[in-house]
């Protein structure tokens, strides 16, 4: 196939695995990121993600994580749902209502590299699913599928933030998209107004180590901080206040992903049940779900936090 005919291909097969977007940008070291990220890890906001120190030179530049990198391939999956929890229940984020996304995800990428290979001939790399130093959001910016949002988060024109990032590094060259130079949040402020944490700055930064989200998962190990306290505004498991209030996300759809589908019980759970719930009851409901991350223990960590 010649660029045009495999870049082409490419968004066709990644649609008929369910990818909502996909776009493809240039390989290259990604220098006014390196800088921001710099600044950012400096200023300790990144609190006790130790991880986000480590492989720097592979967060910015492609061609670390696979040699002779010629394009990246970046992949968006919608994960809205059609339903949400019960009202009085602590509050979960929407991305962990189904199976862990990692494994959903995965075997869609082993399948669309393994579909690329077969058809376009000679073409190397690897895919990633928050799984390794990859800048996601950068790439799905410069692949013209969005740009980065007040809230960092990054925002589809068409269908808002409720999305997955997946990404293909190939030795392969292909055709590129434009990527969107635009801030289209304008002058709205509204995730910076109703974080509860303060997390969010006037300067697109987002401090980790104020986000609720980083309390309730990234936080192991460890109590959550008394100048905290009546703040979560019940979430148990993460935080979905600034995609919620963002008026991009009215153009959310639901997910059609039979692997998001959520856990009947994270639904349908009230207060009580959840104060109820065991240890082997936990394990055995969400042994597929992203909610395992914390476990028992920290889900019980959170749940004390937010009810005293």
């Not at 999956?77 to 509050?91: F, I, S, V």
């Not at 073409?123 to 699913?129: A, D, E, M, Q, S």
């Amino acid at each position: 196939m010649n660029t045009h005919s495999a870049s082409h291909f490419i968004k066709q097969t990644a649609h008929q695995l369910g990818f909502e977007f996909c776009g493809i940008a240039k390989a290259e070291r990604l220098n006014e990121d390196a800088k921001r990220l710099e600044n950012w890890l400096h200023k300790g906001m990144h609190g006790n993600m130790n991880y986000m120190q480590q492989h720097f030179d592979m967060r910015v530049d492609p061609s670390v994580l696979v040699p002779g990198a010629k394009s990246v391939i970046t992949l968006l999956m919608n994960y809205y749902p059609a339903t949400t929890q019960n009202k009085d229940a602590p509050k979960i984020s929407k991305y962990a209502y189904g199976n862990d996304y990692h494994n959903v995800i995965r075997n869609k990428l082993h399948e669309f590299f393994f579909i690329l290979k077969e058809k376009i001939g000679n073409i190397n790399g690897r895919g990633f699913v928050d799984s390794a130093p990859v800048l996601e959001r950068s790439w799905a910016q410069k692949s013209g599928l969005g740009w980065i949002g007040k809230n960092g988060n990054l925002i589809n024109k068409k269908q808002g933030s409720y999305f997955f990032i997946a990404s293909l590094i190939v030795d392969t060259e292909l055709e590129y998209d434009s990527p969107i130079n635009k801030d289209f949040c304008g002058s709205c402020t509204k995730c910076i107004d109703e974080c509860p944490t303060e997390a969010i700055g006037t300067d697109k930064v987002v401090n980790g180590s104020k986000c609720i989200s980083y309390f309730t998962i990234e936080l192991k190990d460890a109590l959550i901080p008394d100048n905290m306290k009546n703040k979560f505004e019940n979430w148990m498991f993460g935080c979905d206040v600034c995609q919620d209030v963002c008026p991009w996300n009215r153009f959310s759809k639901a997910n059609t992903e039979i692997g998001f589908t959520p856990i009947p019980e994270i639904l349908s759970f009230t207060a009580n049940d959840w104060d109820e719930l065991t240890e082997d009851k936990f394990k055995i409901l969400f042994k597929d779900s992203p909610i395992q991350r914390t476990k028992f223990a920290g889900i019980k960590r959170n749940l004390q936090f937010i009810s005293t």
